[in-house]
């Protein structure tokens, strides 16, 4: 790289590490240079540094010439010394230190000319506190520049606790480690410091090491105060009160002008002042920040709490809830933080920032809050949607005690209890009239969305259809977001138990793509997206999706997502052979379920840890799991011996019964479970859960019968639901309806849209047929049709999916088929079904 720049504040170890580089090996001849404040002229500039190359480079004596070579132009006399340079017979590296005296625009033009011609064999490093004004944006196009900053320089957790060490200091423990590196933020000077304050403390920790004491004090005023104009030693001292900034925040706060090009130049002299992300966005080093402060305190005491309300008036303003928020809390000002905090809390409520409700709210002393009834209100929304329901219960006693908003109040219960109970909820008579239109706008867009969640548990769904639809049209026009995206949720859902899985992404795609993904809203339109994109098969951007979601599911987030992406995931990994972290995250999940009262959330774990246990042959795990459950107990009880109505946990927990029946070869009885479940599913409209069951007798009596008669029966099946509601949950949940059945329906001359087999083609292979007569005097049928499944590499466990039998059968019949092949082992029995030679 001909080019490096190092660029870091005063104090970061630039010169140090230099040093210490010079002083270690190498094939390179390295000639150190710096450069004193007085060379920013161009004669005495090139003067210095062409007396250091001729002293230390051999063959780049210049004598008498150096008058001529300094009256030639700057860029001339770059490309001169380019000429001389490449007569070195060795690699060189020019080190220009303490390069931020340099303004001046010939020496500058002079050296971007040397960089331009620069031999293949020299190497300039430039170490500096301001950037260059060079052509690094050139250089950086072609790759011609290497950048190290305060970040490369900065000291790591090895590399403090090693120089603690050699101060003489004991092991440094983690908190310890992990506190001076925050408020040093790995700055060498700071590090320094604070290290032999401890040393000289004993090891103890400072009792406060921080912008305030007197080294970093001094090391500040010397370096970063001294010698600013008043302007912007005034813009520094009082923007102390940020933690993040920009133009017009200190234009319209601190009452400068032009604070964004002050800015600017303050940033590129490396005074500490450090480049957020967001382009014209500062924050203070943590240590100068408290320099900093401790100045305005001593300077301008009777400014500080002014400067921070107006700071609260003006983020609020922009929207910055947190940033207002804080400020006003700083003010020491009580009216002013309540009111603050009452548009902030709004603001959040509808946005779904709970977590900030729950945190500011926390510092209200009760009386405060029980004196604002929109406050205590909030927080109870802001609990109940965090699922810390005992805390809710608490705040929403004392509102009601406090005679609050009595329609309110009904609605605020109403959230709670039907999130805490889940589906053994039953609301109060006449609940729908908070749905009327005569209530307030907000009031029955939360009624509606919630009620329509209410209804899709219950399984009603062209009523939670409805309340949903018509929610999420009231929530956009009062401006309740994260509702909004819980009612596109519920939407999802809805759809996907009447098997209209296309209809989804239709809904739920442009809202989804306009939605920030920062915000919760994110959340829960990705699920949506999640069940649209894994129901139609398209698992390639599914698992990424939810990858995304398992880093953001947090507290705030709906189970209903929480579960979905934790079950979602499982399957798309243990469909790729990811069983370990497959049960991990069901583990996971059930960790969270055991903090309230989950038991449908629980029902589905349950179904698809049972369903991963025979599917991967665990019988020893999938044993536990109907014991743990007590699913053993409740099948001897009779739970599916008669139809009842419908609820999700039976069901659910019957289909793991169905699974365990079959891994222990009780077909008889997994299909009277069978039977009874969808029988009792045919009085509702959950169509999607109704074709699982039915795929999963389909799949079980497949055993039974031949082709011509699967055949038929898949035909009924596809003219009853339709070939579109046939989608990925049908072939997860029914283990063995895709590989064994459904490979028959291009045999039904069924017009099989071409979009379908896109998506589901895989399903759709048709099975190889048993092409081996002479097996037929040696095997059963039944040992053919398991023989093919060998042939096709399938293993024991895919082999009893195929064949509707159970694991400990299909290995039962393997042992036979190898007795009778006279063969030892899965290998032979390949090798001798070769085409065999007529003798």
């Not at 983690?174 to 403390?201: D, F, K, M, N, Y």
């Not at 709210?361 to 405060?368: A, H, M, V």
């Not at 081996?772 to 005097?777: C, E, K, Q």
Request: proline share 4%.
């Amino acid at each position: 790289m001909p080019l490096t720049l190092m660029l870091a504040p005063p104090g970061a170890g630039k010169t140090t590490a230099l040093r210490q580089w010079l002083e270690g090996p190498g094939d390179v001849r390295k000639i150190y240079h710096p450069v004193p404040r007085r060379d920013d002229e161009p004669r005495r500039f090139f003067r210095g540094l062409l007396e250091a190359l001729e002293r230390q480079v051999e063959g780049l004596a210049v004598g008498g010439m150096i008058g001529r070579v300094l009256r030639l132009a700057p860029a001339a006399l770059g490309e001169w010394l380019a000429v001389r340079l490449a007569r070195s017979p060795e690699p060189l590296c020019l080190i220009l230190d303490d390069f931020q005296h340099i303004g001046d625009a010939d020496v500058l033009a002079g050296l971007a000319a040397l960089l331009e011609r620069l031999p293949s064999h020299v190497r300039v490093l430039i170490a500096s506190q301001v950037r260059p004004d060079l052509p690094l944006v050139r250089l950086q196009v072609t790759n011609r520049v290497q950048l190290v900053d305060a970040a490369d320089l900065g000291f790591s957790a090895e590399e403090v606790c090693e120089l603690h060490e050699r101060l003489g200091g004991s092991r440094l423990d983690e908190q310890a480690l992990a506190s001076l590196l925050a408020i040093t933020e790995g700055w060498a000077t700071g590090v320094a410091l604070a290290l032999r304050l401890r040393a000289l403390q004993g090891d103890a920790v400072p009792a406060r090491f921080d912008g305030s004491h007197a080294g970093i004090a001094a090391f500040f005023d010397q370096e970063v105060l001294r010698g600013l104009p008043d302007s912007c030693r005034q813009l520094l001292i009082t923007s102390a009160v940020f933690e993040r900034f920009d133009g017009p925040a200190c234009d319209a706060v601190l009452g400068s002008q032009g604070a964004a090009r002050q800015l600017e130049r303050l940033a590129v002299r490396q005074l500490f002042l450090l480049p957020l992300p967001e382009p014209g966005w500062y924050r203070h080093h943590a240590l100068l920040r408290d320099f900093l402060a401790g100045r305005l305190a001593i300077e301008q005491p009777e400014r500080v709490g002014d400067l921070h309300g107006r700071a609260a008036a003006h983020f609020l303003r922009r929207g910055e809830y947190e940033q207002a928020v804080r400020h006003a809390w700083q003010s020491a000002d009580d009216a002013l933080f309540q009111s603050v905090l009452s548009t902030c809390c709004g603001a959040w409520l509808a946005s779904g920032e709970f977590a900030a409700i729950i945190h500011w709210l926390g510092r209200l002393p009760e009386e405060r809050l029980r004196g604002d009834p929109r406050l205590l209100l909030c927080l109870v929304e802001a609990l109940t949607l965090s699922r810390r329901f005992h805390q809710a219960s608490y705040h929403l006693a004392q509102a009601c005690a406090l005679s609050a908003d009595p329609a309110s109040l009904r609605c605020l219960a109403f959230y709670l209890q039907l999130f805490q109970q889940d589906c053994h909820f039953v609301p109060e008579p006449n609940w729908e009239r908070l749905t009327d239109t005569e209530q307030p706008l907000a009031l029955r867009a939360r009624a509606l969305v919630i009620g329509a969640y209410h209804h899709l548990l219950g399984g009603r769904l062209a009523r939670a259809l409805r309340f949903a639809v018509q929610g999420k049209e009231l929530l956009a026009e009062a401006g309740l977001a994260f509702l909004e995206s819980y009612a596109d949720l519920v939407i999802a859902l809805c759809h996907r138990q009447a098997g209209r899985v296309a209809q989804v992404r239709r809904e739920v795609s442009a809202d989804f793509q306009r939605t920030d993904p920062s915000r919760p809203a994110w959340v829960n339109r990705a699920t949506a997206m999640v069940v649209a994109l894994y129901e139609q098969n398209r698992l390639e951007a599914a698992e990424p999706l939810c990858e995304q979601l398992l880093a953001r599911v947090s507290a705030s987030s709906a189970t209903e997502a929480i579960a979905t992406v934790y079950l979602t995931l499982s399957r798309l990994l243990f469909r790729r052979q990811a069983h370990e972290r497959a049960s991990r995250l069901l583990e996971q999940l059930a960790g969270l379920l055991q903090l309230g009262q989950y038991t449908r959330f629980s029902s589905q774990l349950i179904q698809e840890q049972a369903r991963q246990a025979w599917l991967s042959g665990r019988t020893a795990l999938l044993e536990s799991l109907v014991r743990r459950y007590r699913l053993d107990v409740a099948l001897a009880e009779g739970s599916w011996e008669r139809v009842r109505e419908h609820d999700e946990c039976w069901e659910r927990r019957g289909l793991a019964v169905v699974y365990w029946l079959q891994a222990r070869g009780q077909h008889g009885r997994a299909e009277r479970v069978l039977r009874v479940l969808l029988e009792a599913l045919r009085r509702g409209e959950l169509r999607a859960r109704q074709l699982i069951v039915e795929a999963n007798l389909l799949t079980l009596l497949a055993r039974q019968h031949d082709d011509a008669e699967q055949l038929s029966a898949l035909v009924r099946l596809v003219e009853e639901y339709g070939l579109v509601t046939i989608n990925r949950s049908v072939f997860d949940e029914a283990p063995g309806f895709g590989e064994g059945v459904f490979g028959l329906l291009d045999a039904t001359g069924l017009d099989i849209p071409e979009r379908y087999r896109q998506l589901f083609g895989e399903f759709l292979a048709p099975r190889p047929p048993a092409q081996r007569p002479w097996l037929a005097g040696l095997l059963t049928g039944k040992e053919v049709e398991i023989f093919d499944c060998l042939l096709q590499g399938l293993s024991n466990t895919e082999i009893s999916v195929r064949t509707g039998i159970a694991l400990s059968t299909t290995k039962w019949h393997l042992k036979n088929i190898y007795a009778k092949l006279n063969v030892a082992n899965r290998t032979e029995a390949i090798l001798c079904a070769r085409p065999r030679s007529v003798s």
